[in-house]
C-alpha cells in the first residue's frame, strides 16, 4: 500500500521551489534552498482542493488549473489549558502541469481515505442556543460549518427547542446512514446525546437497562462535543482545551476515544448514566442551589459555591465500594491518562480482542460484570463533607487536573473520593488544592479508591430526611427526569405517594450565606445527588462502571511537549501516557 501511494515531484510554495514526498504515512514538503521541511501525517490533512482556496472567515476560490490547496491540522500552545489548540493549517501549491496536480489531489485524497477510516460522511448536529454564553448558534456557523463542509461532511442540524429534544430524537427517530451525533453546548447537552444513544442501543438490543449486572452494548454512533456551556468538562477532560475549531478538527479527522460511563440505580432501576461527576454532600448542594441563579450564566456555580461552603454542613452515610484491581493501577500513582494512554488501550484489547481498530468494535462480546471475578465489597460509614465518583479526571478550566487527576477514560473504573467531616479551613484547602498541581489526596480527611461499583445509603433514621431533601427539587420526583423508558415509574410512585403539596422542609432553605455556619455546630445535614450536572431525586442509590461505553470524536489530551509543532520536523505524535510527577 505504501509503495502504491507514493508521490514525489518538486512543486512551488509562493516563488520558492519545495521537493514535495506523499510516503503512505506521510506527505512533506522541504524547502530546497532552506532545507526546512514541513510534515503532515496523512491522517491529519483536512481536504485537498483544486485551485488557490481560503475556507476562514469565509471561503473563496482562486481557479488556478496548475495549483491547489492543502489543509491540515497545525497545533499550538494554548498557555494554560492541559492540551493543544489545533488551528487549520493551509499551503497552496504549484505544479509545472494541470496533469501532474489532478495526480497529486488524487493521490494525497487517497491517502486520506485509507489512513483515516472512521472520518464521518454524515453527522446528525444538535445546537442548544442556550447553553453556556448563549453562542451556540453563532460558534456553529461560523467555526465548524466551514471545516465539515471542507471535509466534505453532510450534516443535518436541529436547533433544539426544548430540554430533552436531542435524547428524544435519538430514542425515537431513523439513524440509518449516520456516522455520529453531535452537541453544540455544554454537558447537559452531552448527557442528552449520552442517554439517547445508550437507551437506543439496549432497546434495539433486547437488553435491560435496570439490571446492573446486564452486560451493556457499546454504542454504534460517535459523539462529538462542540463546546459551548457552562463547565464543559468532557469536553476538557478529552480534548484538554476548550475550543470549538479544535473539537471540530477531531470530529473531521474523525478521532475516536471510548469513555467509560457509570449507571445510576435505584430501588432496581436505572435513574441516569454519568461520565464525569455522580456526588453528594458539597458537589449535589453547590448544583441544587445553582439550579435557582441559572439567570447567573456559568458564574452561578461560583456564586452558589461559595453559599454552599459558608453553609458548612457535613452528610451522614453508608458508602459500599467494589475495589478494581490494584495490581493494574492506582488513583495515586501520579500517571495522567493521555492521548493513546497504555492502560485504557489493554482495556480495549481484554474488551474486543478480535479487533485491530475502535472502529469494528460493536459487535464484540462484552465481559460481563456478573462474570467478573467480583471481589469483595467495602463499607465504610460516618459523617462526610462529600462523596464523589468520577470514571475520568473531570478537568475542566477551574481545575485543570480534575476531581482525580490520574483516573483513565476508559479502563472501566471510576475514582470514589470521600472526603470525611473536617474543619472549614481543611475542607476549604482540599477545595482550592483543586485549582493547582497540589495533591488534594494528600490530607488525612481525605480517602480515594478506585472501583468498579459504588451504594450510597443513608443510616437508619435519616430516610425521612433525605424524602424531604429531593421533594421540591429541579428533577425532583414530581418532575420528569427520565421517563422515556418509562421503566422508573415504580420507584417515582413510591417516593411520591406522601403526596406533591405536602409540607416538606426544603433542604436548600438552610444554604446560607451567614458566616455563622462557619463557627456553630451543626447537626449533619441530608443532600441530593448531582449527576453530571443534574439532581437525582433519589438518595440512596447503585452506580456500576461500564468500560468504553461509548466512543467520542477525540483522541483524549495530546502532550504538549511530544505533540507542538509536530509539523516542522518529522517526528510521528506518539500517544502514551506519562508521569506528571
Ligand atoms: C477556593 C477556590 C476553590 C475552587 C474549587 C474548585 C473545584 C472545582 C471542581 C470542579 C469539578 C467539576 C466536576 C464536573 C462536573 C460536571 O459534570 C457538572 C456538569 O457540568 N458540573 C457541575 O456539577 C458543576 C459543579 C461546579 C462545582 C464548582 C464548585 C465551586 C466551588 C467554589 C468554592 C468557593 C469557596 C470559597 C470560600 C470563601
Ligand atoms: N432549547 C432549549 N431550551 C431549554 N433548555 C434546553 C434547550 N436545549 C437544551 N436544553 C437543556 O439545557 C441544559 C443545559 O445546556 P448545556 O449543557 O448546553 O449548557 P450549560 O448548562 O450552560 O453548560 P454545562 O452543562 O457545561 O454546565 C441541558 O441539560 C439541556 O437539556
Ligand atoms: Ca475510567
Known amino acids: ?77 494554548t ?31 487517497t491517502a486520506v481515505k485509507t489512513h483515516s477510516p472512521l472520518r464521518p460522511s454524515k453527522l446528525l448536529v444538535f445546537i442548544n442556543p442556550y447553553g453556556g454564553k448563549k453562542r451556540g448558534r ?19 442540524v436541529i436547533v433544539t427547542e426544548r430540554a430533552n429534544q436531542a435524547r428524544d430524537h435519538l430514542l425515537k427517530k431513523d439513524l440509518t446512514d449516520l456516522d455520529g451525533v453531535v452537541c453544540v453546548g455544554g454537558d447537559g447537552m452531552f448527557s442528552e446525546l449520552l442517554h439517547g ?3 437506543r442501543t439496549q432497546q434495539e438490543a433486547g437488553l435491560c437497562v435496570n439490571d446492573p449486572a446486564v452486560a451493556l452494548q457499546p454504542c454504534p454512533l460517535h459523539i462529538g462535543i462542540i463546546p459551548a456551556g457552562s463547565t464543559d468538562c468532557v469536553c476538557y477532560t478529552t480534548v484538554g482545551v476548550i475550543d470549538p475549531v479544535t473539537s471540530a478538527l477531531h470530529i473531521v479527522l474523525g478521532d475516536s476515544q471510548p469513555l467509560d460511563v457509570c449507571s445510576v440505580h435505584h430501588a432496581s432501576v436505572l435513574v441516569r448514566y454519568s461520565v464525569s461527576l455522580v456526588g453528594y454532600g458539597f458537589y449535589g448542594d453547590v448544583l441544587a442551589e445553582s439550579e435557582k441563579h441559572r439567570w447567573m450564566g456559568p458564574l ?20 459500599e465500594y467494589l475495589p478494581a484491581d490494584p495490581l493494574l493501577s492506582s488513583p495515586r ?14 482495556s480495549t484489547e481484554r474488551l474486543f480482542p478480535n479487533s485491530s481498530d475502535s472502529g469494528s468494535l460493536y459487535s464484540a462480546n462484552f465481559s460481563s460484570f456478573s462474570n467478573d471475578s467480583e471481589g469483595e465489597w467495602v463499607r465504610v460509614e460516618g459523617s462526610f463533607r462529600c462523596v464523589s465518583l468520577t470514571c475520568m479526571s473531570s478537568s475542566c478550566p477551574k481545575s485543570p487536573l480534575g476531581l482525580s487527576p490520574s483516573a483513565h477514560l476508559a479502563d472501566g473504573t ?63 420526583p414530581d418532575e420528569e427526569v427520565y421517563t422515556d423508558t418509562g421503566s422508573w415509574s415504580g420507584s417515582q410512585q413510591r417516593l411520591s405517594d406522601r403526596g406533591p403539596g405536602q409540607e416538606t422542609r426544603s433542604h436548600q432553605k438552610t444554604v446560607s450565606p451567614f458566616l455563622c455556619g462557619l463557627c456553630c455546630s451543626k447537626s449533619p445535614s441530608v443532600s441530593v445527588w448531582n449527576c453530571d450536572g443534574e439532581i437525582l431525586p433519589f438518595t440512596e442509590i447503585l452506580c456500576r462502571v461500564h468500560c468504553q461505553l461509548v466512543h467520542l470524536y477525540a483522541r483524549g489530551i495530546e502532550d504538549g511537549a511530544a505533540a507542538q509543532n509536530s509539523n516542522e520536523d518529522d517526528t510521528r505524535c506518539e500517544r502514551r501516557c506519562i508521569l506528571h510527577k
Open 1 to 77: 500500500m505504501e509503495t502504491d501511494l507514493r508521490l514525489e515531484s518538486s512543486l512551488w510554495v509562493g516563488n520558492k521551489r519545495h521537493r514535495a514526498v506523499l510516503t503512505g504515512w506521510y506527505f512533506n514538503w522541504t524547502d530546497v534552498d532552506k532545507k526546512k521541511t514541513i510534515s503532515v501525517p496523512v491522517a491529519e490533512v483536512v481536504g485537498v482542493e483544486e485551485g488557490q482556496v481560503q475556507v476562514l472567515p469565509q471561503k473563496t476560490v482562486v481557479e488556478k488549473d496548475k495549483d491547489f490547496t492543502v489543509f491540515y491540522v497545525k497545533r499550538s500552545s
Open 79 to 109: 498557555g494554560g489549558s492541559s492540551g493543544l489548540l489545533w488551528r487549520l493549517g493551509q499551503t497552496q501549491f504549484s505544479c509545472p502541469s494541470r496533469v501532474l496536480r489532478d495526480q497529486w489531489i488524487k493521490q494525497l485524497r
Open 138 to 156: 453563532q460558534i456553529y456557523s461560523s467555526l465548524v460549518a466551514p471545516l465539515f463542509e471542507l471535509a466534505g461532511i453532510s450534516s443535518n
Open 197 to 199: 444513544l445508550i437507551d
Open 300 to 319: 452561578r456555580y461560583d456564586y452558589s459555591g461559595t453559599m454552599v461552603y459558608l453553609s458548612n454542613r457535613s452528610y451522614q452515610g453508608v458508602v
Open 333 to 346: 500513582d501520579k500517571t495522567r491518562c493521555l492521548s493513546g494512554c497504555t492502560l485504557c488501550s489493554r
Open 414 to 476: 471510576g475514582d470514589l473520593v470521600l472526603v470525611w467531616d473536617t474543619h472549614p479551613l481543611g475542607f476549604l484547602k482540599f477545595l482550592h488544592r483543586h485549582t493547582s498541581t497540589q495533591d488534594q489526596f494528600d490530607l488525612p480527611f481525605v480517602e480515594v479508591h478506585r472501583v468498579k461499583a459504588i451504594r450510597f445509603s443513608l443510616p437508619s433514621g435519616k430516610e425521612e430526611e433525605a424524602h424531604e431533601a429531593v421533594v421540591g427539587q429541579k428533577g425532583g
